[in-house]
């Protein structure tokens, strides 16, 4: 892939930070994606990457889940990631060397808002769950317009974090009020990121320039059976994760809030019931020519 002579062992953007946009360390991201990305998302991610297309550069690639999941089932296609966080590149870089897919894959440290790369170079670029954690969306989107060439196509995929809900053997209200409380004081801490972007992007993307816009949604959805009381302890860790992310004390207001609605769900009835539980929250999917 042409990457305007950049190695993966270049630092074409020196100013780029050492630390995560995200605010999790390395595990906390793993474990996070792992949870809910499933095979139903790897698909609309394939689906959405126009035929043809045989570069993608990913921007926000942190671990390295896009290439893993997408590459195999995309043969012809060639990926670079770029990120802010040269520790999780250099995590990946290793973690892939020397299997199926280090051929077909490359990593440079640089952000969205200045992509280490020519005019006109790649044929996609794919924004996964990043522009949510970018302090310019519109900077980003118009970067990625520059380096794409004629015919390319960006790919964003990104959540609306204010549209999660919960449930167990049927939808819990206070439980997604509560939670939906923490998520607007995380929303605060980081603005201007916005982790409620998702239905934003379409619009930002026009005005960056993109002619030819396209939205899809996919539903996000992580679902078990099991008890109360596992499910409880599932939902306080990613509490926790949403927090710690935005920098939120542990005994901000609305977490201990959402903390006692969790306590009061779980002790209406035997902890150890048993039913169908899990969290939904809607992805948008735009791809822009």
Request: glycine letters at 10%.
């Amino acid at each position: 892939m042409r990457d305007d002579g950049a190695s993966p062992s270049d630092d074409p953007n020196p100013a780029a930070a050492d630390e995560s946009a995200d605010g999790l360390t390395a595990e906390e991201l793993r474990r996070g994606r792992e949870s809910w990305w499933d095979a139903g998302f790897t698909r609309a991610l394939v689906e959405a990457i126009p035929d043809g297309c045989r570069e993608l550069v990913e921007v926000g690639c942190g671990l390295g889940h896009v290439a893993r999941k997408v590459l195999p089932q995309a043969p012809g296609l060639s990926y670079l990631g770029v990120d802010v966080d040269r520790a999780r590149l250099a995590e990946t870089r290793e973690d892939l060397e020397g299997g199926p897919l280090a051929e077909r894959t490359r990593f440079v440290a640089g952000s969205g808002e200045a992509l280490p790369l020519g005019d006109e170079t790649t044929d996609v670029v794919l924004f996964c769950m990043t522009l949510q954690h970018v302090a310019s969306p519109a900077d980003a989107l118009r970067e990625s317009r520059r380096v794409l060439r004629p015919g390319g196509a960006l790919v964003a995929a990104e959540p609306d974090n204010l549209g999660q809900r919960w449930f167990f053997d049927g939808p819990l209200e206070e439980v997604t009020r509560s939670f939906a409380a923490v998520i607007e004081q995380c929303r605060e801490a980081r603005a201007p990121a916005d982790l409620a972007i998702g239905p934003q992007v379409p619009g930002l993307a026009r005005a960056a320039g993109f002619g030819d816009v396209e939205m899809r949604v996919h539903a996000i959805f992580v679902t078990r059976y099991e008890t109360a009381r596992e499910c409880r302890a599932k939902w306080e860790e990613m509490l926790r994760l949403f927090a710690h992310a935005s920098d939120l004390p542990d005994n901000a207001p609305a977490v201990g809030a959402c903390r006692e609605a969790l306590d009061r769900w779980l002790n209406a009835g035997d902890p150890e019931r048993v039913g169908h539980c899990g969290t939904t929250v809607p992805v948008f999917v735009t791809i822009a020519g």
